[in-house]
């Protein structure tokens, strides 16, 4: 995020490959802004100009205000996992995974969550309003091809619980 140069190498890039700038999503750290923010906002900008997504990872572990959120286009967070993991038996935590989610959708911004292990956290983050979840609960770091089989597995089979949910309403 601090180099300048990276927005017109990203773009030479896509044309290149044929893929969509809509198609990429970048995920950037807080971190990676600190060391100088106004460089790294005119970096972001540009790539938004781009049509390429931006993400916010790690959220809530850096130490960027929340006007970043106001100013930046992103458009989505993903919620650090040491607030997901911990929730269960922390209410802190539990009050900051809500109150994240109630932000987030208040400022049109997708919500992810990290670090779901448990069936119960990801009811809970679906109650709480997040729109995606990853982690351990639906599967570990795989290699290419073992994650397009995932994939395919997954969706089938979220396919026919909703046929049966739809059924037995």
Not at 26 to 35: C, R
Not at 94 to 115: C, D, F, N
Not at 118 to 123: I, L, P
Not at 152 to 166: K, L
Request: net charge negative.
């Amino acid at each position: 995020m601090q180099d300048t140069a990276f927005p017109a190498r990203l773009q030479k890039l896509l044309e290149a490959s044929g893929v969509a700038a809509s198609a990429l999503e970048l995920e950037i750290t807080e971190s990676a802004m600190m060391l100088d923010p106004a460089r790294a906002l005119r970096v972001i900008q540009e790539i938004d100009k781009l049509g390429v997504l931006i993400s916010i990872d790690d959220f809530g572990t850096g130490y960027s205000s929340l006007g970043y959120l106001r100013d930046l286009p992103v458009h989505s967070l993903k919620l650090d996992k040491s607030f997901v993991m911990g929730m269960r038996n922390n209410s802190d935590d539990r009050v900051i995974v809500e109150s994240t989610a109630q932000m987030a959708h208040a400022l049109k911004l997708e919500l992810v969550a990290e670090g779901v292990e448990t069936e119960w956290d990801a009811q809970f983050l679906a109650a709480a309003g997040y729109d995606y979840a990853q982690g351990y609960h639906f599967s570990r770091a795989l290699p290419a091809d073992k994650c397009q089989r995932w994939i395919v597995d997954f969706n089938a089979t979220a396919m026919i619980d909703e046929d049966y949910a739809s059924r037995t309403a």
